[in-house]
């Protein structure tokens, strides 16, 4: 069976399929909301120092599990050693419940650049225009499904002519749009003010839970505890330096997030006349105040597109990698045909996230323990399943399979510089870190402390 599975073409094409699952709206809109509201630059320093440590760590354990099984999740951890099969299955559980709300979102995105594209841009400015949207029943269950769609026929085309050919097209493209965009941005007059207030240092909003935001957000942005990484990494050729890889896929993910912010914090400081406070708008940065941001700066209807064509790549990426990651899983276990799965999995996806979406309008009494749907999807696979999962491996790493056999995987074509590192990480520290974030996240979702 191993023999015919699919793989990536090269390194290229694994660091920029991997890149395109790890940058997505985490990066462009929790990043720098996030960076603004914990300090600015003590945030990006703590970010930095957690992304080359405990980062590092996590992924390049679970590509390398992906890589020496050449399975995915469920199959992965059953190989290694069939009593912790079950991780392999909390795991799975985690894109199955990710991927529904995740493209109710992605069609969000999708309605505001066809807005933009259809000179609707002032409107979608308006006060009330995106609780209004995301209320009705017809229109967001049209956009999120033709998310679904675009993300399932890249995943029928399968790993080196959908996924690979995709991202080299993609990514580089994201790049250039974030790029150019951040200097857009931060050349707008009176936008130093709030390039500075981004990345200089303020030591008096540093607290624990800087640390600890600054840890979930880098667990989140990575992709980790999903069995993406496994999925990603089982597709992997032998001939390619881990080490190296996952270098490059964290430093794409982090540019990206960075940038982002010099993207987001000076325009938004510029548009608010230098209230910090506006940055910090949660959820609703994106979709309340940026487009008002776009408005009332010179050449904003183009910015505006730019942007918005900028997110929806980043989404979409992050969408097929989630499916594929389901799908995989479906192959590996039942042994459908790919195409087959990829048909299955995605009316099953177009059905999940119908609550998703109802939940802001015509479901909109009901509530699970005080959130919508989407927030309570949200909420269980984030802030409570992938803590879970990621702990598991490394227990399972560090204490069950013991890391020589994920460091003798890594050595077998280049040497492992980070070794040791890499043993103390997933046998000590990394495992406090999680428990940490872990509870951190349930107190938060009690409303006992607010991150
Ligand atoms: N890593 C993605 C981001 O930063 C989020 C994501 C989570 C993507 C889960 C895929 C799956 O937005």
Known sequence: MEKNRSSFSGKLGFVLAAAGSAVGLGNIWRFPYLAAKYGGGIFLLVYLILAVTFGFTLMIGEVAIGRKTGLSAIGAFKKLNSKFTFIGYLAALVPIIILPYYSVIGGWVFKYLVSFLSGQAAAAAQDGYFESFIGQTG?????????????????????????EKVSK???????????GIAIYSITLPGATEGL???????????????????????????????????TYGSYMKRGVSLEKAVSQIEIFDTGIAIFAGMMIVPAVFVFSGGDASAVNAGPGLMFITLPKVFGSMPLGLVVGILFFVLVLFAALTSSISLMETIVSIVCDRLHWKRRFATVLVTLFTLALALPSSLGFGLWSGIKILGMSFLDFFDFASNSLLMPIVAFFTCIFIGYVIKPKTITDEIKLNSPFRREKLFVLMIKYIAPICLIIILISSILNALGIIVI
Do not use: C
Request: net charge positive; aromatic share 12%.
């Open 139 to 163: 229109q967001p269950i049209l956009w999120q499904s033709i998310f679904i769609l675009g993300t399932a026929v890249v995943v029928f085309l399968g790993v080196e002519k959908g996924i």
């Open 169 to 179: 097209v993609l990514m580089p493209l994201l790049v250039l749009l974030t790029v």
């Open 196 to 230: 500075i207030y981004y990345l200089k240092p303020n030591f008096s909003h540093f607290s624990i839970t800087t640390v600890v935001a600054a840890m979930g957000q880098l667990f989140y942005s990575m992709s980790l505890a999903m069995g993406i990484m496994i």
